[in-house]
């Protein structure tokens, strides 16, 4: 069982406290993609290659392709870390486009409901684990952390998570009656 949701909170599960949980855990998912893009464009700019056209072509940019752009500097660095960076993108992708298909009987049971909260509370580890890998890989790589948190607060949000810098990521889908 979470550490979010608790026996005493099943009964009372409702339809608002999904959509409020998705809100909340797709807040996190911005913040993070907001960091990576910072991360790869001061990555550039290290590399003499920023310009305008250059900032308008990667903001134009999907995640993934955003994250091809350093994944195998990235995964020379640690692939542990990067791995949990692109499985979360997975994770980050199907919540953003698919979750609700596959989770849209919440209106209609109480048990999917309870499902669909547990799964946005992984969703929510991964991204923590995610974002704090980001962190430790810019720290290693010395890169600037442009992130919306600091490293202080991001290795809080991690240790409140119970994430290590060892804690690996797997994508995998929401599934209604798991």
């Known amino acids: ?17 999904v959509f409020r949980r998705f809100g909340e855990v797709s807040f996190r998912a911005q913040a993070f993609e907001q960091t990576l893009e910072n991360t790869v464009w001061s990555m550039i700019k290290a590399e003499g290659e920023a310009n305008r056209d250059t900032r308008d072509e990667l ?3 999907s995640l993934g392709m955003i994250y091809r752009r350093v994944e195998k500097t990235f995964a020379e660095q640690d692939p542990v870390w990067a791995g949990s960076v692109k499985a979360f993108i997975r994770y ?24 669909a909260l547990l799964y946005l509370d992984e969703f929510e580890k991964a991204c923590a684990t ?9 720290d290693a790589l010395g890169i600037m952390h442009a992130g919306r948190f600091s490293g202080s ?21 929401f599934k209604p009656n798991a």
């Open 59 to 61: 903001e134009g940019q």
């Open 92 to 115: 980050r992708n199907y919540l953003a486009h698919t979750f609700f298909i596959d989770a849209a009987q919440i209106h209609t049971s109480k048990e999917i409901r309870i499902n």
């Open 1 to 17: 069982m979470s550490d979010l949701i608790t026996e005493d909170d099943l009964p009372t599960t409702s339809i608002d406290e």
């Open 130 to 138: 995610a974002s704090f890998h980001l962190y430790l890989l810019t």
């Open 153 to 173: 607060i991001e290795t809080r949000l991690a240790n409140s998570k119970g994430v290590t810098q060892d804690t690996t990521v797997t994508f995998k889908r």
